[in-house]
Structure formats: structure tokens, C-alpha cells
């Protein structure tokens, strides 16, 4: 999924409506409220919110530091 698509705009999490945030590397959209991943499988996004698999804490401050890159 390309950082620039515009449907990332409209994405939400399943769960709490909110936005996602793009990890490019890891082929997931993150909801950093929840800790939770979603992954992207063949260039579309996994949404159910039983596609949702909680995260670390560590990884969890990571992928914060991902994003503000």
C-alpha cells in the first residue's frame, strides 16, 4: 500500500472509528490507541476487527517511532 493513496485517508479502525497509521515495512495499519496491528495482505487491508492482533509495549513504542519518521 502506498503512503500517498488517498483511501488511506478514509481508513478506520474497526473498533474505535479511528484513523490508522501506515507501516509500510511491516505491511500493516496500526491503531496506536489500542495497540493494535492490522495486516495488508496483497495490497488490501484486513479490517475485521477480529483481524486485529495486539502488539508489545515495546513494539508498540517502535512502531510510534516508525510513524514520526
Same mark, same amino acid.
Given at each position: 500500500?502506498?503512503? #500517498?493513496?488517498?483511501?488511506?485517508? !478514509? @481508513? #478506520?479502525?474497526? +473498533?474505535?472509528?479511528?484513523? @490508522?497509521? @501506515?507501516? #509500510?515495512?511491516?505491511?500493516? +495499519?496500526?491503531?496506536?490507541?489500542?495497540?493494535?496491528?492490522?495486516? !495488508? /495482505?496483497?495490497? !488490501?487491508?484486513? @479490517?475485521l476487527p477480529? =483481524?486485529? =492482533?495486539? /502488539?508489545?509495549?515495546e513494539d508498540? !513504542?517502535?512502531?510510534l517511532r516508525?510513524? #514520526?519518521?
Open positions: 500500500m502506498d503512503p #500517498a493513496d488517498p483511501l488511506l485517508r !478514509i @481508513l #478506520a479502525c474497526p +473498533l474505535d472509528k479511528g484513523p @490508522l497509521t @501506515l507501516l #509500510a515495512e511491516q505491511d500493516m +495499519l496500526y491503531n496506536p490507541r489500542l495497540q493494535l496491528s492490522y495486516p !495488508i /495482505v496483497d495490497g !488490501i487491508p484486513q @479490517l477480529s =483481524s486485529g =492482533s495486539r /502488539v508489545t509495549e508498540h !513504542i517502535r512502531y516508525t510513524a #514520526a519518521e
